[in-house]
């Protein structure tokens, strides 16, 4: 589990129970608010607050009726595969129920959780009923060869068919105390000379539709030219495996220079074997100097350090490592292999750092994407404008932030970058889309500006940037509306204070006579009164005086205002900063309805409508 779970306290009688299990698990206690007395962070509705987690892939323990949970959560089923456990407790901490995820981690926490509460675990998947073990979720260190056998491995061990295990079977001790399962003689697995198949389980006298394990202990040393084919890495790292007899099951990960940190070639090959990127400074390969087989006196005046891909292979087992392939190569790339003598269970070298530029929609979780919410939970440190990081609630609840303040946009997105650079995952919070209006672009600006160009450094160049869009203040002001932007719309910002004053009526008189409706973001500020009024007065000169006009304030908050007007008696007292002001086009309507006036503007359907009726 990438992201750490979070324990659910619903009622005082359950709350020192959820509690202990926290600090099992080194969590974070939620707690429903007037409920539980104690908690990192606090929610209001049990049902919303666990829909929202799991939508983030945030792995759930709670402490309270199981089927809490599971209407909280049956909405969002669709694959297994990918969502995250979900494991229920009693309040008196006698039960443990792993509901969903058994295979991702659910019955391993039920395990964890119940050995420390000396309660029982309610495990109820066969494999893990019938041998104390699921197939296809082998433990840390080891990798599945062909997990699409398992479901009829599984099937035939239950049915009491005859099977064979061969190798290494410690964490498989369960599948050899069935009397249908032998051990095979030594010599049907073939130990390889550098690694070898960990665990072996097939039917007898039909191995290839059994189920095989490999050890993860191989590191995969690369390096290349800058923008190289990934085809011609690619095809270099099978070679490699080819010529050490190593799966590629076996490989724990793919390591190199952090200077090579944003290289495509390196994380196709990453992604391609299904391991992380890890990368190491100069500094570090330079460490192994002693320890290469093939130093180079070119690549230290290049880089720094005498060699990337036997340094990097070395450098990610420390002394223990060996290399086992030494450096490959082709025109523009090189590769070697390292060889750890225990499993590989925690990765090394750092990560290359992430920068996820997100907008959570105008405040309320229910707006606010699963995307979004995932990649903030995954985050190690959110950075944004407090009040933005306070919309998240419990779910920023226990990570790092840190706070800037209004006009602080430059800082927070340099800072955020930084840390990023550093390694790190972080996720730089906006309200609405963060390319709208936000500071999206400022992130791109910066790392488009070289350093000596007031831009950010190398290693913050080097991370990786993931934009996910959000529900901007235009869509929810047009959504609570009705359709105002059924037709052509533009969005234009009356904030002086990085645009020019004449830029800004320039855009208005253009948007005025192409008869747009039009989205005022920023209409208002402390200072600036006088630009909403013009606008106002522009457009009064290309539409009606009766056009409808939206005014929106604090869209998803319980705060929420809409409000109509006609052009024509639109006051710029009535407006602040946080209002979305939508003026319609010379054919945007209100609709009377019973439930009050609703806003479209009409695509142009209407010809149909009449042609139809006119026949």
């Not at 007898?204 to 050890?215: L, P």
């Not at 500094?283 to 130093?295: C, K, Y």
């Not at 208002?524 to 457009?539: F, K, P, Q, Y």
């Not at 900063?577 to 086009?585: E, H, K, N, R, W």
């Amino acid at each position: 589990m990438a992201v750490k779970p979070v324990v659910l306290a619903l009622s005082r009688s359950g709350e020192p129970v959820a509690h202990r299990v926290a600090a099992v698990l080194t969590a974070a206690v939620h707690g429903r608010e007037g409920r539980v007395d104690q908690a990192d962070a606090f929610f209001p509705n049990a049902l919303d607050h666990a829909r929202d987690l799991f939508a983030a892939g945030v792995p759930i323990v709670g402490v309270c009726a199981s089927g809490i949970l599971i209407r909280a959560v049956a909405p969002l089923l669709s694959d297994k595969t990918v969502e995250p456990p979900v494991v229920s407790v009693s309040d008196d901490g006698a039960v443990v129920v792993p509901l969903l995820g058994g295979h991702r981690g659910a019955n391993r926490l039920a395990a964890q959780i119940s050995e420390a509460l000396g309660a029982v675990a309610a495990v109820t998947t066969a494999g893990d009923v019938a041998q104390g073990v699921a197939l296809d979720a082998p433990p840390p260190g080891y990798r599945v060869r062909n997990p699409e056998n398992a479901k009829a491995v599984m099937a035939g061990l239950l049915s009491g068919a005859p099977y064979q295990i061969s190798g290494e079977f410690d964490f498989l001790s369960g599948v050899m105390a069935l009397d249908n399962v032998e051990q095979a003689p030594p010599t049907r697995l073939r130990r390889l000379p550098h690694t070898h198949l960990g665990v072996s389980l097939a039917p007898v006298g039909d191995e290839a539709s059994g189920i095989s394990y490999h050890r993860q202990e191989v590191a995969v040393g690369v390096g290349c030219a800058r923008d190289t084919d990934p085809e011609e890495l690619w095809n270099l790292v099978l070679t490699t495996l080819r010529k050490a007899d190593a799966a590629r099951e076996s490989v724990a990960c793919v390591v190199t220079l952090d200077l090579k940190a944003d290289e495509p070639a390196m994380q196709v090959v990453a992604r391609r074997l299904g391991v992380p990127l890890r990368v190491f400074s100069a500094e570090e390969l330079e460490a192994q100097t002693s320890r290469l087989a093939n130093p180079s006196d070119v690549v230290f005046a290049e880089v720094g350090c005498h060699g990337v891909s036997e340094g990097a292979a070395l450098a990610a087992f420390g002394d223990a490592g060996r290399l086992i392939v030494e450096k490959r190569k082709t025109a523009n790339a090189t590769c070697a292999l390292a060889m750890s003598p225990d499993l590989i269970t925690e990765m090394p070298g750092r990560a290359r750092g992430r920068l996820s530029v997100v907008g959570i929609g105008p405040g309320q979780a229910a707006w606010r994407t699963p995307e979004v919410s995932r990649l903030i939970a995954e985050a190690d440190e959110l950075v944004g404008y407090g009040l933005y990081i306070d919309l998240l609630g419990p779910l920023a609840a226990g990570k790092a932030r840190a706070d800037f303040p209004l006009g602080g946009e430059e800082d927070r997105c340099r800072y955020a970058l930084e840390r990023a650079g550093e390694g790190k995952n972080v996720a730089l919070v906006c309200s609405g889309d963060a390319g709208i209006y936000a500071m999206g672009a400022l992130v791109f600006e910066l790392l488009d500006r070289r350093p000596d160009e007031m831009g950010v450094s190398d290693a913050a160049r080097r991370v990786e940037v993931v934009c996910s869009p959000g529900v901007s203040a235009l869509q929810g002001a047009a959504a609570r509306a009705g359709a105002p932007l059924g037709h052509d719309f533009c969005a234009i910002s009356l904030s002086d204070l990085l645009t020019p004053r004449e830029d800004i009526l320039k855009r208005l008189r253009a948007a005025a006579e192409g008869d747009f409706v039009i989205a005022f973001y920023n209409p208002v500020s402390m200072r600036r009164r006088t630009l909403l009024a013009e606008a106002r007065e522009i457009l009064l000169k290309h539409r009606p005086e009766a056009t409808p006009v939206l005014l929106a304030s604090s869209l998803g908050r319980p705060e929420e205002q809409v409000r109509y007007r006609r052009l024509d008696e639109l006051e710029v007292d009535e407006v602040d900063m946080l209002t979305v002001v939508l003026v319609g086009s010379s054919h945007s309507r209100l609709a009377r309805l019973g439930d009050g006036p609703r806003m479209y503007t009409p695509r142009g359907y209407a010809r149909k409508i009449d042609g139809d009726l006119a026949g």
